[in-house]
């Protein structure tokens, strides 16, 4: 067994060698590798508008998680204020785990930009080569006998399909990320779905609930402290304190 | 002699940079065996260090093609086996 470098090498070569195969003559080879060069450049292209997408849901998934970050610590702190520091600590422990999900998007978003330049890259070294082809595929045709074109055509030909394997390494690559990440998003859905994983992002979840109950009970206390003044009432020590909790 | 490094491009280095490619490139051999990304990554940005301190980069518009080709640095473990297999699998066909 090999390395990598000479794998990488010998899988290159058999990858042109099976493109130069497919044309019977130079001028047809030349021919043909210009239009696979057009195509290797919309398949880039392509390639780079996919990560561009895949980058922008990963960047709306985290702000709706960072929105409920902050939503998460106003909870916390209402709780607290109402006395309630186990319902503090949930909201807590939510937005920890909440936290953990950011850093890994962070992770990923990192890796398909690298991906994405790494692809940017590609394409404009592909342009520049397939301009430099296009020029010296009609100085080959006007100006060499077929015995010489076959060794020229043979290098120009041999040069850019290097290039183009590279690039179509690259597109494979990002595709095979971006599908990861669509992969991983649907079996998040799935199990949120199922009830097997907590959907920490739903509206009015448990948390909600009660925290909504505090503050409704409080203001039921606060009104019946209040009628209960109003009645008189409201000499009894133990009812004294109540209409502060609420406001405080 | 022409370098590749895939997904940045090609490096004119001196001839004499072979050996410590070879070496390097026998590293990511045992990497992959033992199976170990990290010494993988170790020697995969070695070598692409070694080629982009050595050389110089060659204009896009350049044709010609290399003496050899290293994989990208951040080549994972699967993709490396599947390099090293018989099966060309990480690389599409260009026709």
Excluded: C
């Excluded at chain 1, 850093?103 to 978003?109: G, I, M, N, R």
């Amino acid at each position: 067994m090999a390395g990598l470098m000479s794998r990488a090498s010998e899988i290159t070569q058999a990858k042109i060698s099976k493109l130069l195969d497919r044309a019977e003559n130079p001028e047809e080879t030349l021919d043909y590798s210009y239009e696979q060069q057009l195509e290797q450049l919309q398949n880039v292209k392509r390639g780079i508008a996919d990560v561009t997408t895949a980058k922008k849901r990963l960047e709306l998934e985290e702000s709706g998680l960072q929105q409920q970050l902050a939503k998460l610590d106003g909870q916390a702190k209402e709780a607290l204020q109402a006395n309630r520091e186990d319902l503090a600590r949930e909201a807590l422990t939510r937005k920890a785990s909440l936290q953990a999900q950011v850093q890994s998007l962070d992770q990923q978003e990192e890796q398909l930009a690298a991906q994405e330049q790494k692809l940017i890259q590609g394409e404009q070294a592909l342009q520049a080569k397939v301009e430099a082809f296009r020029t010296q595929k009609e100085v080959i045709k006007a100006q060499y006998s077929a015995a010489q074109a076959q060794v020229k055509v043979g290098e120009a030909a041999t040069g850019i399909g290097e290039h183009m394997a590279d690039v179509g390494l690259a597109i494979q690559r990002a595709k095979d990320k971006t599908e990861q990440l669509q992969a991983r998003a649907a079996a998040v859905d799935e199990l949120t779905a199922s009830g097997a994983l907590e959907d920490y992002t739903a509206q009015g979840d448990d948390l909600d609930r009660q925290l909504a109950q505090v503050s409704q009970s409080s203001q039921v206390d606060d009104e019946l402290a209040q009628l209960k003044a109003e009645l008189g009432q409201g000499s009894g020590g133990d009812q004294g304190a109540l209409p502060e909790g609420g406001e405080k | 002699m022409i370098v590749r490094l895939m997904g940045e491009g090609q490096w004119q280095v001196d001839d004499g940079l072979k050996a410590r490619l070879d070496e390097l490139d026998a590293e990511t051999e045992r990497a992959v065996e033992a199976g170990d990304e990290e010494a993988l990554h170790t020697a995969l940005r070695a070598m692409h260090e070694a080629v982009r301190g050595a050389g110089e980069k060659l204009d896009h518009a350049h044709l010609a093609a290399s003496d050899a080709v290293i994989p990208p640095d951040d080549l994972s473990l699967d993709e490396a086996r599947a390099m090293l297999a018989a099966g060309e699998e990480p690389f599409p066909d260009l026709a």
